[in-house]
């Protein structure tokens, strides 16, 4: 700790390694993507007056708010995973993060379901829906179609991460950078969901 | 320095409760803008929670956090500056 | 948390694949990237001079361009289309693999570890992968040329509606624009790579004693445009992932509604092209500050080495490269005065894009009071510094022209704007790259280039770039559309005619000219004089190495640094200056 103390380079202005730094970088401009297509989503709907709000109670926007709590909830595991590492109980960290990785691929699995319900049965599609606003469908599912690419990409991810820690390669700290990785797809949700669901629910 | 399990159990929960007023807010019928308007509020206080919390930012440095987010913050809002033009689009479309 | 400058040393890997190719070690992906931008650079100056020779000889057969482009000029004469996909490999090339690879991506990974001490970059293997990635979008890229209907015709900035409609808006809009697209989702994927690599390293692996305020402006360059990629890209990947998906996916974010297209009413509504043109230039104008801000500290360092003086003002220097980056995100309406944007804003981008002058003037002025009452050492990288400040003042005055909105209503679109982005984007860059490549040169061959034929080099290039682009803003100013393939047949562009012909002259001069620069560096690389470890006397830790350096740098004893990097023209007798980790702690 003293070496931090009279720091003048050589070391870490901010105490944390490498893997963490990074990933929080690679956080702040992955937040940047999703900002640009979020205003994009905005402008569209601000051009476009005549915007459809087909969201009922339910099924649309209890199935969301389930998709939620189950994103939520895997985020607080995701946590415990990174806590329970931190104090090097190993067996509790991959357990915790199995637990985050059946969450998210059970989220993925009710996105999925809603995906196809609303092409089936709501006709909304990628290029047209009842309403004839092309751009309704394009952000919807350009939208929750990035997110879902996160949240896939995050569950390999945290698999990799989970046997490396399971066979004993790998640290706290790579846990730490997965966590942080999965944080951040959960908080992108926080945004989507009211913005897309909530502010298209039928009046 | 990390947070507890009861710490991050009642982040969990209020987390939780913040998404139920989200929902319970999308009845009363309020104006798009003020709707919008409280809804982002919210999410950003969902944000600071998973933030400071589960990403354990409150935690770390101070530095860290004046490092990462002061310049994102600011190019969210210059991105803003592309939702006047689409006020002006709609109002050459109709 | 351990220390991260301790634990990476590593030792040589043995194997010619694992050593030169497949490399982790951030001196070699350096030079990886750094032949990546050479060769584009010369293939990018070919298409610049197949264009040229077309627009003053529209009518001559060349025998040339049918062997190339059997499509494109069936009878030996360039098409419109040809002309225009040209023009569009040409920007790009130019832009992303020339002006963003080797200042930043090259350079900036040879010599950031060595300027701050660190033994390689803080992810190799992360950096290896953004080099393969940048290569592999280089080849989609070219891929283009030999797709259905040959490459794109939208340009560098691919404006839609026409880029988002597929082939029937022209040859090359099909499967060409796919594959520039694609490559330029890959090149942003690699440069996030790259900038998170970059300031990972600059934040956490300086030696003890380089505080930010002791880098080497240099460093300060690498880091602000790591700042600018990590954010400006971010924005270009989520605008090409919608331009995509409107060409793959049939959505309609670029397309408005009752678009004809070759007598085609296009079944799409609700979009804007603006919206493109808004998201395309938040990534657009910054990059210009991409190119230029590497070029910006290694100016600084090398006037200050030929001149035995310390860098005038280095905390003003340093902010106003910071500030030069974040005003950069501020401005980019201004590429966008006559789009239809809302009046008000443009207002406001004006008065920014004109504050931009004041860090901007800041740095010139620091430069020439480096330079003031030194004792000059005119070798040619202090030649290249000198006409890189030269041109970034012509270029850069232009800039206020076009700044305004009521003088950019009619220079828009015109040589005016090419001639004025080619001084300031071009060929500054380019300067900055070859003052670069002459300083550096000795360190990383271990071997000195050939000063005579660098001078010739220099002074050819400099009276060329000059004969070229001056010229262009006269053309501009007389109304001379850019973009156009053919301009004989408008009466009032008649007289330009020996104007465009000087032009297609210098650059065909200068094109030839830099033949003798590709000589020297390959023949110095082989047969120059023997480099000594530091042979411009300079200060910084790079100069603390053997030349060529060793694979793990400096080992697993870091140098302690003790001073700021530009401590020339000292009283006491011998030598003249300090390295960084010479002396007593200041």
């Not at chain 1, 004839?132 to 469908?137: R, V, Y």
């Not at chain 1, 945290?158 to 820690?165: E, K, P, S």
């Not at chain 3, 981008?349 to 901007?360: C, E, M, N, W």
């Not at chain 3, 009619?410 to 500054?428: E, K, Q, R």
């Amino acid at each position: 700790m003293e070496r931090e103390a009279t720091w003048e380079g050589g070391g870490s202005p901010f105490a944390i390694g490498v893997k963490p730094l990074g990933m929080w970088l690679f956080v702040v401009s992955d937040a940047l993507t999703f900002s640009a297509l979020l205003v994009t989503y905005t402008y569209c709907r601000l051009s476009n007056p005549d915007w459809p709000t087909p969201f009922h109670f339910s099924p649309s926007i209890l199935f969301s708010t389930a998709m939620t709590f189950l994103l939520l909830s895997s985020s607080f595991t995701m946590a415990l995973a990174v806590r329970a590492m931190k104090n090097g109980r190993r067996r509790q960290t991959v357990r915790m993060m199995a637990a985050t990785i059946a969450m998210g691929l059970g989220f993925v699995a009710l996105h999925l379901n809603e995906w196809f319900h609303l092409m089936r049965v709501g006709n909304i599609t990628l290029t047209d829906n009842p309403w004839h606003q092309p751009l309704f469908g394009a952000t919807f599912f350009g939208l929750t179609g990035l997110h879902m690419v996160h949240v896939c990409a995050g569950s390999i991810y945290l698999a990799i991460v989970a046997a490396g820690v399971a066979r004993g390669k790998f640290g706290a700290e790579d846990v730490e950078t997965s966590g942080l990785y999965w944080h951040f797809v959960d908080l992108v949700w926080m945004f989507i969901f009211p913005m897309v669901y909530l502010m298209s629910v039928a009046r | 320095m990390q947070p507890t399990v009861r710490q991050l159990a009642s982040v969990w929960a209020a987390l939780l409760g913040f998404t139920l007023v989200e929902v319970g807010l999308a009845y009363p019928h309020l104006s798009a803008a003020l709707f919008l308007i409280v809804l982002l509020a919210l999410s950003v206080g969902k944000s600071a929670m998973i933030i400071g919390f589960f990403m354990h930012l409150k935690f770390e440095r101070r530095a860290l956090s004046l490092a990462l987010f002061p310049l994102l913050i600011v190019f969210i809002l210059v991105l803003l500056a592309l939702l006047p033009d689409a006020e002006r689009l709609r109002e050459m479309r109709f | 948390m351990e220390n991260p400058t301790a634990a990476k040393v590593h030792a040589p890997p043995g194997g010619f694949l694992r050593r030169y190719v497949f490399s982790t070690d951030h001196k070699v992906i350096g030079i990886q990237y750094y032949l990546l931008a050479l060769f584009s650079v010369f293939l990018g100056m070919t298409l610049s001079a197949l264009m040229r020779y077309h627009l003053v000889y529209p009518g001559e057969k060349q025998h040339l361009f049918q062997l190339l482009w059997p499509n494109g000029a069936p009878d030996g004469i360039m098409t419109p289309e040809l002309y225009l996909s040209l023009m569009t490999m040409h920007g790009t090339i130019m832009v992303f693999f020339v002006l963003t690879t080797a200042p930043q991506s090259g350079f900036g990974n040879y010599f950031l570890p060595l300027q701050i001490g660190a033994p390689d970059m803080a992810f190799p293997v992360l950096n290896m992968l953004s080099f393969w990635t940048t290569l592999l979008s280089f080849l989609v890229l070219c891929s283009a040329f030999f797709a259905d209907g040959g490459a794109p015709l939208g340009g560098w900035t691919a404006y839609p509606p026409l880029s988002a409609t597929g082939a029937i808006a022209g040859p090359g809009m099909g499967t060409g624009m796919d594959l520039w697209i694609i490559s330029i989702a890959l090149f942003c994927v690699a440069s996030l790579m790259g900038a998170i690599n970059f300031l990972t390293t600059v934040l956490e692996m300086r030696a003890k004693g380089m505080s930010l305020m002791r880098m080497p402006l240099t460093c300060w360059g690498w880091f602000v445009t790591a700042v600018i990629s990590l954010f400006a890209f971010a924005v270009l990947l989520t605008a090409g992932i919608l331009l995509l998906l409107d060409r793959l996916g049939g959505t309609s974010f670029f397309l408005p509604a009752g678009l004809v297209i070759s007598d085609r009413v296009l079944d799409h509504s609700g979009g804007s092209p603006l919206l493109w043109q808004h998201l395309f230039w938040f990534f657009g104008h910054p990059e210009v500050y991409i190119a230029i801000l590497p070029g910006m500290g290694l100016v600084s360092t090398v006037l200050s080495v030929f001149s035995r003086k310390p860098v005038f003002g280095y905390k003003a220097m340093a902010y106003a490269m910071v500030a030069i980056g974040l005003l950069g995100f501020l401005v980019w309406g201004h590429h966008m005065f006559i789009s239809g944007m809302s009046p008000y804003s443009a207002i406001a981008f004006s008065v920014l894009t004109l504050a931009i002058g004041v860090p901007s003037a800041i740095k010139t002025f620091n430069w020439l009071g480096t330079i003031w009452g030194g004792q000059l050492r005119l070798t040619t990288a202090m030649l290249f510094a000198l006409g890189f400040v030269s041109v970034f003042v012509s270029g850069g005055l232009t800039g206020l022209f076009l700044g305004q909105p009521a003088l950019d209503l009619y220079f828009h679109d015109t040589y005016f704007v090419v001639g004025h982005f080619h001084m300031i984007m071009g060929v500054a860059s380019i300067f900055g790259i070859f003052a670069a490549t002459f300083y550096w040169f000795p360190k990383v061959t271990g071997r000195m280039m050939s000063e005579p034929l660098g001078k010739i080099h220099f002074y050819c290039t400099f009276l060329g770039a000059y004969a070229i682009f001056i010229p262009m803003h006269f053309a501009g100013i007389a109304g001379n559309p850019r973009r156009y393939a053919d301009f004989t047949q408008f009466d009032f562009l008649k007289d330009l005619a020996s104007v465009h012909k000087f032009i297609t002259h210098a650059a065909l001069f200068t094109a030839v000219i830099q033949l003798l620069f590709l000589w020297n560096l390959f023949w110095s690389w082989r047969r120059g004089a023997k480099a000594r470890e530091n042979p411009w006397n300079a200060t910084t830790l790079e100069w603390a190495l053997p030349s060529p350096p060793p694979a793990h740098n400096f080992g697993i004893n870091p140098p302690l640094v003790k001073r700021g990097p530009y401590d020339y023209s000292l009283p006491q007798g011998g030598k003249d200056f300090l390295m960084q980790h010479e002396g007593e702690e200041e």
